[in-house]
């Protein structure tokens, strides 16, 4: 399609959005586009639909089908609705949850969501104000819901809201229902949408969920002696504007924790996050603030929580007592290693335990999993598929704990996605547990890489934004598949997976075999001779294409550790400069 058909298809769409079935102010800002000079902003806003894909919507806010807005979240809603009534037809009672983020027009996409659920005679219980991610997914568990929603868009920059849709075990959907899902939301169209909301099928919760959820968390807690004698753990925590400023103080309070600074700035909730370019806790300049209060106040844990409290930031402090961000793979590893050895040491283990993690996240993991006889599961990226194993195995075995490198943990199975709110309380009892045995985080991080092999992981995000670059990440993926690399860092490639293939090629051998997964994604993993593991994937919420780069080494001593990270460091700029980013 050439710029001139483009330009005619969507300027059509765009009209249809004139029509009394839109507000006035949608119809005045398609209105402004539609004479605009410049199209560009036309284009982008209308050129396809905003995809309801298999983890719900995340775009732009504003007016357009490719935008998040009343009608783009209504008709998800409707979609959703119309399944919900299908697939639980002989229950006389469908519940839903529903919950949202911080951001600008979170809390009305909420509303709105609420009142299509209760126009289609479903009973709704809908969070008084904001509340993290998590405590969602446990509502529709506590309650008894069929369904949940919850509007946020994570730690997208502030222009992005998003919509994610979870079942009944309170996991994001996963097959045979997604694929059901997305059919119906696509047969929606505008006058389907049943905007007029039934208040008496709306009912409010907040404190009555709060409460038991904080307990639930507590009752994780393994070292509860170490926290008596190490109360006073000076911990810097920010919610980077977001919906952990309530319940991540508190829940570490319930643990016991009795010095938790704050960062009084970004304790202010706003969708503007005005203090961070991004609120993304994984990036080092959303940490500046919180580093700068521990160094004013000599903190010996610094973290944080994204805008939902899905995701957590970690800072500690070197041997030069420089504070240093820990990254997604390190936050994962530590908290395993604690859950795994914390419980061997209280006598817990079985033989009947096991653990989670995504298959983008360190090997390193499964070497400590191995050497504590513990089972591990590998699963695709998001924790849906960590839910999916933990349902998996909910009667035949007990979990410990799973997560993935992009900062997201999960502890427990009363709530089936990441979760900040028990991650950091964890986190801040592991590091009261190594301090009784005289370790900081570093010695204790040392003290594992000492033990199970050295690992040091880069992510790199290529990002290429609109049709455009939606269209180049497609051609990126096919030429990876077309045209593998050899080696990579120096060393040569032995093993490639495909996981859009399902296929696990010997590269030596030349021989492939198909490989035991629930579905297909695109994903594609490399696998030298020397232990280095290179996984490419394109994003599923946002307009990139991810790299992920994980090299081995051998840690022999403390002492090593500056240089051993030299050593990896030096490497994984060789496998970044043989894939050409």
Not at 154 to 162: D, I, T, V, W
Not at 354 to 379: G, L, S
Not at 470 to 496: C, H, W, Y
Request: net charge negative; proline share 4%.
């Amino acid at each position: 399609m050439d710029n001139e058909q483009l330009l005619q298809q969507v300027t059509a769409k765009a009209q249809a959005w004139l029509g009394e079935g839109y507000d006035a102010e949608t119809r005045a800002e398609v209105k402004r586009m539609l004479e605009a000079d410049d199209k560009t902003e036309l284009i982008e806003s209308f050129y396809k639909d905003l995809e309801f894909g298999t983890g719900g919507l995340r775009g732009i806010m504003g007016a357009g089908s490719n935008r998040m807005n009343i009608y783009t979240v209504g008709a998800a809603t409707q979609g959703l609705a119309n399944y919900l009534k299908e697939a639980f037809k002989d229950l006389p009672e469908i519940k839903v949850a529903v919950g949202h983020d911080v951001r600008n027009n979170s809390r009305r996409f909420a509303e709105v969501v609420a009142d299509v659920f209760s126009a289609n005679g479903i009973t709704v219980y809908l969070f008084d104000s904001f509340r993290p991610t998590p405590e969602l997914s446990y509502a529709i568990r506590h309650l008894g819901c069929q369904s949940g929603v919850n509007i946020t868009a994570s730690h997208n920059p502030k222009e992005y809201n998003g919509y994610k849709a979870y079942w009944e075990d309170g996991a994001q959907i996963i097959a045979p229902h997604d694929v059901n899902i997305i059919d119906h939301v696509n047969k929606i169209k505008a006058e389907d949408i049943k905007f007029q909301g039934d208040k008496s099928r709306i009912h409010i919760i907040g404190r009555d969920i709060d409460e038991p959820y904080l307990a639930a968390i507590k009752g994780l807690s393994l070292s509860p002696d170490c926290i008596k004698k190490h109360a006073d753990l000076k911990i810097v925590y920010t919610p980077i504007h977001g919906t952990g400023v309530n319940l991540i103080p508190e829940s570490l309070a319930n643990y016991g924790f009795t010095n938790i600074i704050h960062v009084p700035e970004q304790d202010v909730t706003s969708g503007d996050f005005p203090t961070v370019e991004s609120p993304n806790p994984e990036n080092p300049p959303a940490m500046a603030m919180a580093i700068a209060k521990a160094k004013e106040v000599g903190a010996d844990l610094v973290m944080a929580s994204d805008p939902d409290a899905d995701r957590i930031g970690c800072v500690m402090r070197d041997a030069k007592g420089e504070y240093v961000l820990i990254n997604g793979n390190q936050i994962v590893m530590i908290l395993l290693n604690y859950l795994m050895t914390r419980n061997a040491e209280l006598g817990r283990l079985t033989g009947n335990e096991y653990i989670v993690k995504t298959i983008v996240t360190t090997e390193t993991i499964k070497a400590i999993a191995d050497a504590n006889k513990i089972k591990m599961f590998d699963c695709y990226t998001g924790f849906k598929w960590i839910a999916a194993v933990i349902r998996d195995h909910e009667n035949s075995a007990r979990y410990l704990g799973g997560g993935e490198e992009s900062y997201g943990f999960l502890a427990e199975t009363f709530a089936r996605d990441k979760d900040a709110v028990s991650a950091i309380s964890l986190m801040a009892e592991a590091a009261a547990w190594a301090k009784e045995k005289g370790m900081d985080f570093m010695a204790m991080l040392q003290d594992i890489y000492m033990k199970y092999g050295f690992s040091r992981e880069k992510g790199i995000s290529v990002v290429r934004t609109g049709k455009s670059g939606a269209e180049e990440i497609q051609k990126m993926m096919r030429d990876f598949r077309a045209n593998p690399p050899k080696s990579l860092g120096g060393s040569k490639i032995v093993t490639i997976k495909d996981y859009d293939a399902l296929t696990v090629t010997d590269v030596v051998a030349g021989k492939s075999a198909p490989m035991d997964m629930p579905t297909t994604s695109n994903v594609l993993q490399y696998f030298t001779e020397d232990g280095t593991k290179v996984s490419v994937r394109p994003s599923g919420t946002e307009p990139k294409i991810k790299f992920y780069i994980e090299v081995k080494g051998t840690l022999a001593s403390k002492e090593d550790y500056d240089a051993c990270i030299d050593r990896a460091e030096a490497k994984i700029k060789a496998v970044m400069a043989d894939l050409n980013i």
